[in-house]
């Protein structure tokens, strides 16, 4: 499976983005996703992940409430909606991909990874 992510830029806290992220191959529906983070200095961080239907979502509490993870299978993309942008969102956001129909919060469990797209919120 091969992953791309886009839609990062610089927006102004409060700000809205969505990112997405377009998967290679046939068996992208059968795969779970995830949207981890990495800002400067800083840990690599999970933010969500989506099971392969659709119906089973992960947040972390940190962007619980602002964040939205949704799949598209007819189209092979996952969607990151985010909302009400903070700051300390700020990072790279990479997307991954798991055989595992199960969402992870663990980025080792995701043997899949595309290049991220960089997000900057500004005060």
């Known amino acids: 499976v091969q992953l791309q992510a886009s839609g990062g830029g610089l927006v102004q806290a409060g700000g809205s983005l969505r990112l997405s992220c377009a998967a290679s191959?046939?068996?992208?529906?059968?795969?779970?996703m995830g949207w981890f983070r990495q800002a400067p200095g800083k840990e690599r961080e999970f933010v969500t992940a989506?099971?392969?239907?659709?119906?089973?979502?992960l947040y972390a509490n940190s962007v619980k409430g602002r964040f939205t993870i949704s799949r598209d299978n007819a189209k092979n993309t996952v969607y990151l909606q985010m909302n009400s942008l903070k700051p300390d969102d700020t990072a790279v956001y990479s997307c991954?991909?798991?055989?595992?129909?199960?969402?992870?919060?663990?980025?080792?469990?995701?043997?899949?990874w595309g290049e991220g797209t960089q997000v900057t919120v500004s005060s």
């Open positions: 191959g046939r068996t992208f529906s059968s795969y779970s």
């Open positions: 989506i099971d392969w239907s659709g119906t089973s979502t």
């Open positions: 991954a991909a798991s055989a595992n129909s199960t969402p992870w919060s663990i980025s080792s469990k995701y043997p899949y």
